[in-house]
Nanobody, 114 residues
Framework: QVQLVESGGGLVQAGESLKLSCSAS????????MAWYRQAPGHQRELVAS???????AYADSVKGRFTISRDNRKNTVYLQMNSLKPEDTAVYYC????????WGQGTQVTVSS
């Protein structure tokens, strides 16, 4: 079993930055992709950014140029640096690990005030 624990959410003003972290523990073997998703009230969960074991990244168009995903494979940790935050970035952010199985974290709230 794999556990994912997110941290780093909070309340910020528009234009400010936040950095999310997600630490994975448990039986993690083989190549995998770690990702951040988000879900705002009344909206479907959407992919924000992903990164493979070999650090190939992908981003949603809405966050390109503002968010950066990275990972430390030795620590089994993935990060999401969020700059120039906008009110529309307000959501619960979920960490995801997809390998032989898929796992989700419990989510961390990010609120951006205008």
């Amino acid at each position: 079993q794999v556990q994912l624990v997110e941290s780093g959410g909070g309340l910020v003003q528009a234009g400010e930055s936040l950095k999310l972290s997600c630490s994975a523990s448990g039986n993690i073997f083989g190549p995998n992709t770690m990702a951040w998703y988000r879900q705002a009230p009344g909206h479907q969960r959407e992919l924000v950014a992903s990164i493979t074991s070999s650090s190939i990244t992908a981003y949603a168009d809405s966050v390109k140029g503002r968010f950066t995903i990275s990972r430390d494979n030795r620590k089994n940790t993935v990060y999401l640096q969020m700059n120039s935050l906008k009110p529309e970035d307000t959501a619960v952010y979920y960490c995801n690990l997809r390998g032989a199985k898929t796992y989700w974290g419990q989510g961390t709230q990010v609120t951006v005030s205008s």
